[in-house]
């Protein structure tokens, strides 16, 4: 089993920034996949980023040139800067481990509220 501790919600306004961290530990993390998945009221779970261990990162498309993905594989550890925060960006941020053969984990979740 991975755990995954998250930290770095909270409320920002429109052009601002937050730095979302997720440590994880357990087994199985060298050929993990880890990102951050969001979710608005009303709205379905998205992804919003990846990166494999070797560094190869995903966006989707609402947040490219404004989020960067990052990872620090000593210490297991997934961030997502976010920069030129939108409103539409409030949700709760999930982070996500995916270890092949072994299935994904999940974060417990941390706000992120982009309001004036």
């Known amino acids: 089993q991975v755990q995954l501790v998250e930290s770095g919600g909270g409320l920002v306004q429109p052009g601002g920034s937050l730095r979302l961290s997720c440590a994880a530990s357990?087994?199985?993390?060298?050929?993990?996949?880890m990102g951050w998945y969001r979710q608005a009221p009303g709205k379905s779970r998205e992804l919003v980023a990846s990166?494999?261990?070797?560094?190869?990162?995903d966006y989707a498309d609402s947040v490219k040139g404004r989020f960067t993905i990052s990872r620090d594989n000593a210490q297991n550890t997934v961030y997502l800067q976010m920069d030129s925060l939108k409103p539409e960006d409030t949700a709760v941020y999930y982070c996500n481990v995916y270890r092949p053969g072994l299935g994904d984990s999940w974060g417990q979740g941390t706000q992120v509220t982009v309001s004036s």
């Open positions: 990166i494999t261990s070797g560094g190869s990162s």
């Open positions: 357990g087994l199985g993390l060298g050929l993990s996949v």
